[in-house]
């Protein structure tokens, strides 16, 4: 795992559509603040305290220590995992889970249980589980695959 500090990941490239690539099993234990549109490989580390603003984007298998803070459009893949504390939009994490390649757009559609309830994620759409079921009520017909999908992660998502 290659440790990086704050002035070499200012310095990592940026791809044609401006996002920060980091490589996969970066240290990033050092690095407290990370800009929009970050793209970082999986098995990356993260320390206590970091901030990661919207846009930010996880593979599979990143570990975040405590307290670390998220922008609610950053998206994270199949076991990452959250320290205690971590939060999204300001709200504790308590437990998450998504399911990938749903309706024509393929799109993965996340199921975050932060303090005071669920919440949803798909595309630029953000809400609690009442606001994504009057969008997918408005927009797909009744006992869509949209529609499965919310009973679906409700079900597997820990309430606690």
């Known amino acids: 795992m290659k440790k990086l500090t704050q002035e070499q990941f200012d310095k990592l490239p940026v791809d044609t559509f401006g996002t920060k690539v980091v490589p996969a099993y970066s240290d990033l234990r050092e690095i407290k603040k990370f800009?929009?549109?970050c793209s970082f490989?999986?098995?990356c580390s993260f320390s206590e305290?970091?901030?990661?603003?919207?846009?930010?984007?996880?593979?599979?298998?990143c570990s975040f220590g405590e307290l670390c803070s998220f922008?609610?459009?950053c998206s994270f893949?199949?076991?990452?995992s959250f320290g205690e504390g971590c939060s999204l939009i300001g709200k504790k994490i308590l437990d998450f889970k998504a399911m990938d390649r749903i309706g024509p757009?393929?799109?993965?559609?996340?199921?975050?249980?932060?303090?005071?309830?669920l919440y949803f994620q798909a595309g630029c759409f953000f809400g609690t589980?009442?606001?994504?079921?009057?969008?997918?009520?408005?927009?797909?017909?009744?006992?869509s695959e949209?529609?499965?999908?919310?009973?679906?992660?409700?079900k597997l998502t820990k309430i606690k």
């Open 105 to 117: 757009n393929k799109r993965k559609v996340y199921c975050w249980n932060l303090e005071g309830g």
């Open 35 to 37: 800009p929009e549109k």
């Open 41 to 43: 490989g999986g098995g």
């Open 71 to 73: 922008g609610k459009l």
């Open 129 to 143: 589980k009442e606001e994504f079921k009057k969008v997918v009520d408005a927009k797909y017909p009744k006992g």
């Open 77 to 80: 893949g199949e076991w990452c």
């Open 49 to 61: 305290g970091c901030s990661f603003s919207e846009w930010c984007s996880f593979s599979e298998g």
């Open 146 to 154: 949209h529609h499965q999908v919310i009973t679906i992660l409700t």
